[in-house]
């Protein structure tokens, strides 16, 4: 089955101890993002990758890292989260951004609660 | 940045209702979608519409590209179609979501 898989679901931790969110996608997608939503907004891009080691910030990367190594896998790496980073995650991927008809498919969220 | 602006925020239906819901955009619409956020989170494809009218059911979505708008019409509403609705575009890599409309259908 077609999916985008975000681990884990639900996620509390302390302030300043690093955590790490998988996203991996089984379509052979070039493009990968991560966003976050807080309560009454919409999502909020992170990074975004267009491709195998190719990155870009969004508009709220602070505090935040990723990497692209391989096609199928977008971590999100959170260095020292904070409790302003307490948020519900969400990695999407589409066969590519430059590309018309590519829709993107989401996973189904991470919540994270930092203390 | 590009703005994406929703409305109405908020909507409030008894079952059987119809609705539309509108999405403004300051640039061009290129991957455009509409979606569905549940009450527990999940974000639904509901239409990949760049353009165009395409029709699902009770549900359709028309976007006129060249006035950079999108309307999502609702049919027949039913309490499971209650929650909020999305409507980002994509273009070059930049994903822009506005605040979304909170639909409540009532019994």
């Known amino acids: 089955e077609a999916q985008v898989t975000q681990n884990p679901r639900y996620l509390i931790t302390v302030t300043g101890k690093k955590l790490t969110v998988t996203c991996s996608q089984n379509?052979?997608?070039?493009?990968m993002s991560w966003y976050r939503q807080d309560p009454g907004l919409g999502l909020r891009q992170i990074y975004y990758?267009?491709?195998?080691?190719?990155?870009d910030k969004g508009d709220v990367p602070e505090g935040y890292k990723v990497s692209r190594k391989e096609k199928r896998n977008f971590p999100l790496i959170l260095e020292s989260p904070s409790p302003n980073q307490t948020s519900l995650y969400f990695c999407?991927?589409?066969?590519?951004?430059?590309?018309?008809?590519?829709?993107?498919?989401f996973g189904n969220g991470t919540r994270l609660t930092v203390t | 940045g590009i703005q994406v602006e929703q409305s109405p925020p908020d909507l409030i239906l008894q079952e059987g209702a119809n609705s539309t819901l509108r999405c403004n955009f300051s640039?061009?619409?290129?991957?455009l979608q509409w979606f569905h956020q549940n009450p527990w989170g999940q974000l639904i494809n509901l239409f990949y519409?760049?353009?165009g009218t395409k029709q699902n059911g009770r549900l359709s979505a028309t976007t006129v590209a060249t006035e950079r708008y999108s309307l999502l019409y609702i049919s027949s509403s039913q309490t499971t179609d209650s929650g909020v609705y999305f409507c980002?575009?994509?273009?070059?890599?930049?994903?822009?979501f506005g605040d979304g409309t909170t639909l409540t259908v009532k019994p």
């Open positions: 999407a991927s589409s066969l590519s951004a430059g590309v018309y008809n590519s829709p993107l498919h």
């Open positions: 379509m052979n997608h070039e493009y």
């Open positions: 990758s267009m491709n195998v080691e190719a990155t």
């Open positions: 640039d061009s619409v290129n991957n």
């Open positions: 519409i760049p353009s």
């Open positions: 980002p575009n994509t273009n070059a890599g930049k994903s822009t």
